[in-house]
C-alpha cells in the first residue's frame, strides 16, 4: 500500500513476507475460516467441471482450500498439486490433508510465474483469490497455458469492489476516514486489482485464452462467533491491510474500532455475523 515504484522482485517479495507472517494466524483460524468461505470454493469446484481421475493444479493454495475439496472431487484416481509461494501456508494445508485422509495430493512451494511442472501435465489449474496478488500475472498466465492439456481449462476466484463487500466496508471503511496512505502504483498487486471483471477478461484473453468468461456472484459470508471474535480473525488474516490498521492514530482508535463493533453487531443474527460477499468468477479454455 505504498506509492515507491518496485520491481516485480520487489513486489513479489513483499507479498511473500506479508503472507508469510500471517501463515501462523491462518491456521489459527482454519475452522470457522472455512465455513465463512465455503460458498467461495464451491464457485471455484463447480466452475472447474471436474472429472474423477483428472490432474488439477491448484495456485495459492494457503492453508488448504479449494484444493481439498478439488481433491475430493476427482478422487482417490485423480491428482490435486496445492501450490503457494509461502511454504508456511502450505503446511498447514499438508495437516489438513493428512487429517481427512486425502492421499491424492501432493503439495509444493511453486511461484505461479515459473511453475515447476512439465508442459500438458495437468486438466485443470484453479486459483481462489491469488491472482490480484501475482506481480506480473500475464506471464502466470502464460505458464498456466503451458502446463494445461489442449482440452484444458481454468476456474479462478477475485474479490469484487470494495464497496461491495462488507466483510472489508464494515472493518475497514472507518480507518480509511482517518487514515491517508498514497495510492498504490496502478496494477500493483492488492485484494481489489480485479474488481472488475473486464479488466479480469482482459488478462486473461491477452494470454491468450480461449472461451473467456466472467460472472458476479453475491454469496454468504457467514463468521460464528461476537464481534470481538470476528475482528480479531479479519486483523490478525487480512496481511495486505496491516499497514492500514498499524498507520490510524493512536487518539483515533477508540472511534475507529466502536464504527467498526457498531458495523458488524448491525450483521449479527444470534451467534453469527451475517455478511455476504461480492465475488467475480473467471473460466476459460487453452
Known amino acids: 500500500m505504498s506509492s515507491d515504484p518496485k520491481s516485480p522482485a520487489e513486489l513479489k517479495e513483499s507479498v511473500r513476507k506479508d503472507w508469510t507472517g500471517a501463515a501462523p494466524l491462518w491456521?489459527?483460524?482454519?475452522?470457522?475460516?472455512?465455513?465463512?468461505?465455503?460458498?467461495?470454493?464451491?464457485?471455484?469446484?463447480?466452475?472447474?467441471?471436474?472429472?474423477?481421475?483428472?490432474q488439477v493444479l491448484d495456485l495459492a493454495s494457503g492453508t488448504g482450500e479449494p484444493s481439498l475439496s478439488l481433491a475430493r472431487a476427482v478422487g482417490p484416481s485423480g491428482r490435486v498439486v496445492a501450490t503457494d509461494l509461502v511454504p508456511e501456508m502450505l503446511e498447514g494445508a499438508r495437516e489438513n490433508a493428512q487429517a481427512q485422509g486425502l492421499t491424492q495430493m501432493e503439495f509444493r512451494v511453486a511461484d505461479a510465474e515459473h511453475l515447476p511442472f512439465a508442459d500438458a501435465e495437468f486438466d485443470r489449474v484453479t486459483c481462489r483469490f491469488g491472482i490480484m496478488f501475482f506481480p506480473e500475472p500475464h506471464k502466470a498466465l502464460r505458464e498456466i497455458r503451458r502446463v494445461l492439456k489442449p482440452a484444458g481449462r481454468v476456474s479462478f476466484l477475485v474479490w469484487g469492489p470494495l464497496e461491495e463487500n462488507p466483510l472489508f466496508s464494515i472493518t475497514l471503511g472507518p480507518f480509511l476516514k482517518h487514515v491517508q496512505l498514497p495510492p498504490p502504483p496502478p496494477d500493483a498487486p492488492g485484494v481489489f486489482r480485479f474488481a472488475?471483471?473486464?479488466?479480469?477478461?482482459?488478462?486473461?484473453?491477452?494470454?491468450?485464452?480461449?472461451?473467456?468468461?466472467?460472472?458476479?456472484?453475491?454469496?454468504?459470508?457467514?463468521?460464528?462467533?461476537?464481534?470481538?471474535?470476528?475482528?480479531?480473525?479479519?486483523?490478525?488474516?487480512?496481511?495486505?491491510?496491516?499497514?492500514?490498521?498499524?498507520?490510524?492514530?493512536?487518539?483515533?482508535?477508540?472511534?475507529?474500532m466502536r464504527e467498526v463493533f457498531e458495523g458488524l453487531r448491525r450483521c449479527q443474527q444470534g451467534d453469527t455475523i451475517t455478511l455476504t460477499a461480492t465475488l467475480i468468477s473467471v473460466t476459460a479454455a487453452v
Not at 483460524?29 to 474423477?52: C, D, F, I, R
Not at 461476537?226 to 480473525?233: H, I, L, M, N, R
Open 196 to 256: 472488475d471483471p473486464a479488466k479480469l477478461a482482459a488478462v486473461f484473453t491477452a494470454a491468450g485464452f480461449r472461451e473467456v468468461a466472467t460472472a458476479k456472484h453475491t454469496v454468504p459470508w457467514p463468521w460464528k462467533g461476537t464481534v470481538e471474535d470476528a475482528w480479531e480473525s479479519i486483523s490478525e488474516r487480512a496481511a495486505p491491510f496491516k499497514k492500514l490498521i498499524a498507520a490510524l492514530p493512536a487518539e483515533k482508535k477508540p472511534e475507529v
Open 27 to 54: 491456521k489459527k483460524w482454519n475452522q470457522k475460516s472455512l465455513v465463512q468461505s465455503h460458498a467461495a470454493t464451491e464457485l471455484v469446484v463447480k466452475n472447474a467441471q471436474l472429472l474423477p481421475g483428472m
